[in-house]
């Protein structure tokens, strides 16, 4: 062997001696559940009845002859009251008023005695009159409409009168008979048109157990929304313009979640009593979660850290993979290395999420406890704070573009969402604030609030 080979030898020898074999092992790895915040918002909602559809269905029910009297034998009287032309409605606050045109038809018989022999005639006469007639409605503790009708002045604009000397007939009499009648009459109208097409307990019940099932909002950015409600008030029902209006406020739990499905409730809360309030103050908070995967991160951090080398003198190393998991609190970054040494350095540190800059960041970075020894043994040049400066601001990850997407094309959806046939979710998420990280085996969420509105409209319900 000549002297040229033995000097490839021993450097190839010296080269072989001079790199080292990590001996780390992997910390303990463990997670905490995740919890959602549980701050309730009221989401604003509406009901309205339609006056002109109410006068239509009472109308309906409620028109030619209203009241007939045709026993002439107990009072000397028969009475015909004929409504002479449809209703018209007026809203003032929860009460709804109109002014009633009737025509009054009257046979009055007439007696006395002729030679002590009765005699008795009959006279017939026609008139017509006005009656104020108001209808107050409220909600009942089962969520079904209550009206109280009541009849006030009335004006004759034609006062029945008979051709006939001597003869005069009752008109206080005659209208008493008639308007005590009618406020029967139009009480049990009033709430039969609305039996038959207002059923405000059915609606309810339909839209409390469907805002429980969550809603994918943003299939390209995986955005769910899900509404938990609580309770259900309502603030005194007041008229505005031709309608009448239910202002509801709904205490919920609102979640929404960015890279993770929401689930249905196992069981759905039932619809609460009804029960009415002086204020509804809106306090409009969503629980947010949003899930990165660590598939994603992964992905994010290869892409600027994979292949990066570190020298510290004449030695170095290159990063050939990096991969993360949890530690309770704590992340976990698993880096491969070869070249001086080759093997695997564990390191940890905090997570934390900066709202301003919308990026996810790693503090506190330092090797783990073990690798630490194991590198003290080993290849203690590692442990200068150069190669964690290095690697430390690669691991900022931005979610800017994720964040801003998920707002935008969410605002879109939440603009006149139908969540079933006469049910209209509106909403709009103005910004979300994230202070609080969770590690899970598969993703990190980021919990928080977004701020913004919702608001369920239900429309005209008669």
């Given at each position: 062997?000549?002297?040229?080979?033995?000097?490839?030898?021993?450097?190839?020898?010296?080269?072989?001696?001079?790199?080292?074999?990590?001996?780390?092992?992997?910390?303990?790895?463990?997670?905490?559940?995740?919890?959602?915040?549980?701050?309730?918002?009221?989401?604003?909602?509406?009901?309205?009845?339609?006056?002109?559809?109410?006068?239509?269905?009472?109308?309906?029910?409620?028109?030619?002859?209203?009241?007939?009297?045709?026993?002439?034998?107990?009072d000397n009287v028969m009475v015909k009251v004929i409504k002479q032309q449809d209703i018209r409605f007026s809203v003032v606050g929860s009460t709804i008023k109109c002014n009633l045109p009737l025509k009054i038809w009257v046979r009055y018989r007439y007696k006395k005695t002729v030679l002590g022999v009765p005699v008795?005639?009959?006279?017939?006469?026609?008139?017509?009159?006005?009656?104020?007639v108001s209808s107050a409605f409220s909600l009942t503790k089962d969520w079904k409409i209550a009206t109280a009708t009541t009849i006030g002045k009335y004006v004759w604009t034609e006062t029945p009168k008979i051709n006939a000397a001597g003869i005069n007939i009752p008109v206080t009499f005659v209208a008493d008979m008639a308007i005590k009648s009618l406020k029967g009459k139009i009480s049990s109208s009033i709430d039969k048109s609305i039996s038959d097409n207002f059923n405000l307990r059915s609606t309810m019940e339909q839209t409390w157990n469907v805002m429980q099932n969550p809603i994918n909002?943003?299939?390209?950015?995986?955005?769910?929304?899900?509404?938990?409600?609580?309770?259900?008030?309502?603030?005194?029902?007041?008229?505005?313009?031709?309608?009448?209006?239910?202002?509801?406020?709904?205490?919920?739990?609102?979640?929404?979640?960015?890279?993770?499905?929401?689930?249905?409730?196992?069981?759905?809360?039932?619809?609460?009593?009804?029960?009415?309030?002086?204020?509804?103050?809106?306090?409009?908070?969503?629980?947010?979660?949003?899930?990165?995967?660590f598939d994603k991160i992964t992905e994010l951090a290869?892409?600027?850290?994979?292949?990066?080398?570190?020298?510290?003198?004449?030695?170095?190393?290159?990063?050939?993979?990096?991969?993360?998991?949890?530690?309770?609190?704590?992340?976990?970054?698993?880096?491969?290395?070869?070249?001086?040494?080759?093997?695997?350095?564990?390191?940890?540190?905090?997570?934390?999420?900066?709202?301003?800059?919308?990026?996810?960041?790693?503090?506190?970075?330092?090797?783990?406890?073990?690798?630490?020894?194991?590198?003290?043994?080993?290849?203690?040049?590692?442990?200068?704070?150069?190669?964690?400066?290095?690697?430390?601001?690669?691991?900022?990850?931005?979610?800017?573009?994720q964040m801003q997407g998920a707002i935008t094309s969410s605002n879109s959806f939440l603009k006149s969402y139908q969540i079933r046939k006469g049910a209209t979710l509106n909403g709009n998420l103005n910004q979300i604030t994230l202070d609080k990280i969770t590690i899970t085996p598969h993703s990190i969420i980021l919990g928080g609030a977004a701020s913004g509105s919702l608001k369920i409209e239900l429309g005209d319900l008669l």
């Open positions: 062997m000549n002297v040229r080979t033995l000097s490839q030898l021993a450097l190839l020898c010296f080269l072989f001696s001079c790199k080292t074999q990590l001996s780390t092992l992997k910390p303990d790895e463990n997670y905490i559940a995740p919890a959602m915040n549980t701050k309730p918002s009221t989401i604003a909602m509406g009901i309205d009845l339609d006056i002109p559809q109410l006068e239509k269905g009472i109308n309906n029910s409620f028109k030619g002859t209203i009241y007939e009297d045709n026993n002439i034998e107990d008795s005639t009959d006279y017939e006469a026609t008139g017509a009159m006005n009656i104020d909002v943003n299939k390209d950015y995986d955005v769910w929304l899900k509404i938990n409600p609580v309770a259900l008030y309502s603030t005194p029902i007041v008229g505005v313009g031709n309608k009448i209006s239910f202002k509801l406020g709904m205490n919920s739990l609102i979640e929404t979640s960015v890279g993770s499905a929401l689930t249905a409730p196992a069981t759905k809360t039932k619809l609460p009593d009804y029960q009415m309030v002086n204020a509804i103050k809106p306090e409009f908070q969503i629980n947010t979660n949003i899930n990165v995967s290869q892409k600027y850290v994979v292949g990066q080398e570190f020298k510290e003198g004449r030695k170095h190393v290159k990063i050939t993979s990096i991969t993360m998991f949890g530690q309770g609190e704590n992340i976990v970054v698993v880096i491969n290395v070869e070249g001086s040494a080759n093997g695997t350095v564990y390191c940890i540190g905090k997570l934390q999420y900066d709202n301003q800059t919308q990026a996810l960041k790693i503090t506190d970075f330092d090797f783990e406890m073990k690798t630490r020894n194991a590198l003290l043994k080993s290849a203690n040049w590692l442990l200068h704070k150069n190669f964690l400066k290095m690697i430390e601001p690669m691991l900022t990850i931005s979610l800017k573009d």
